[in-house]
């Protein structure tokens, strides 16, 4: 004859309750260790530019501003890295044309942000809307 089940549950039920509880706490302990790891990722990840853009305007202190094909190369690659040569438009075609890129990017932007449900998309972007 096996035992009631009934007869098990007040026990159980408060076995459950723990583990649940155990699994809430835990889950908040890793999302709140997450959130200061990435904080302090982030601070770290700030010092280290920091210190990269001290250096190249120490580099420049001692080098001078001279027409050195460093400086050249270096400028080269700024200007590479800064310019947008083409842009993905929404049917999946390659946009070289510059006008076009101009126009295209602010209305991506608008539409991305002007949607109601982009707090989904970006859970930890927060942005104040203007009721004017």
């Given at each position: 004859?096996?035992?009631d089940?009934k007869?098990?549950l007040?026990g159980?039920?408060?076995k459950?309750y723990?583990?649940?509880?155990?699994?809430?706490?835990?889950?908040?302990n890793?999302?709140?260790?997450?959130?200061?790891?990435k904080?302090?990722?982030?601070?770290w990840?700030?010092?280290e530019?920091?210190?990269?853009r001290?250096?190249?305007?120490?580099n420049?202190?001692?080098?001078?501003?001279?027409n050195t094909?460093?400086?050249?190369s270096a400028?080269?690659?700024r200007?590479h890295?800064n310019?947008i040569?083409l842009?993905l438009?929404?049917d999946?075609e390659l946009i070289h044309?510059?006008?076009?890129?101009k126009?295209?990017a602010p209305k991506?932007?608008q539409?991305l942000?002007?949607?109601?449900?982009?707090?989904?998309?970006f859970?930890?972007?927060?942005?104040k809307?203007?009721?004017y």
């Open positions: 004859m096996e035992p089940p007869s098990c007040p159980n039920l408060s459950v723990k583990i649940c509880y155990k699994l809430t706490t835990t889950t908040f890793c999302r709140k260790q997450e959130h200061e790891l904080i302090n990722l982030n601070s990840l700030t010092v530019e920091d210190q990269i001290q250096k190249s305007r120490e420049w202190l001692i080098l001078g501003d001279k094909k460093k400086f050249h400028s080269k690659v200007h890295r310019h040569q842009l438009n929404g999946g044309d510059m006008d076009t890129i126009s295209l991506f932007y539409k942000f002007n949607q109601d449900n982009y707090i989904v998309s859970p930890e972007l927060v942005v809307k203007n009721s």
